[in-house]
């Protein structure tokens, strides 16, 4: 009768192994397509230089934010800001511009301009959200 428990282990052993693999591959399955929470990734960057000295830039973005946030930008990259910032049009306070370069709201709170020495100036301004 010795023969039955060390089946019976063995048979165990076997079913925790499978669950094991089972678990990762379903966990890699899962992450995979996913954002790790308060990081954001481009999806989509359409560029138009059809007119002379200005480029017509649209981006894309997709963002797994906590609570409390929203897609927004920082440092001219997709980022996760708080949401009071989009909310109230403050956009400069989520620091949307490049190193270097002065933000400005549009007189509408609208956008905002990022302008640099030369007369290099981009102009943002966010498309509204659409209703879900």
Not at 13 to 18: D, N, P, Q, V
Request: hydrophobic content about 35%.
């Amino acid at each position: 009768m010795q023969a039955g428990p060390r089946a019976l282990c063995a048979a165990t052993g076997a079913s925790l192994c499978c669950l094991c693999l089972l678990w990762l591959i379903y966990a890699h399955w899962l992450r995979e397509g996913q954002l790790a929470v308060g990081t954001c990734e481009i999806i989509t960057l359409n560029r138009d230089s059809s007119q002379p000295k200005r480029m017509i830039a649209r981006q894309t973005a997709r963002c797994a934010c906590r609570r409390g946030q929203i897609a927004g930008t920082t440092r001219s990259r997709p980022a996760c800001v708080d949401a009071r910032i989009v909310k109230s049009r403050q956009w400069c306070e989520m620091t949307p511009c490049s190193e270097g370069e002065i933000c400005s709201l549009l007189f509408n709170r609208s956008g905002w301009t990022c302008s640099k020495g030369g007369g290099r100036m981009k102009t943002v301004t966010p498309l509204p959200k659409e209703p879900s």
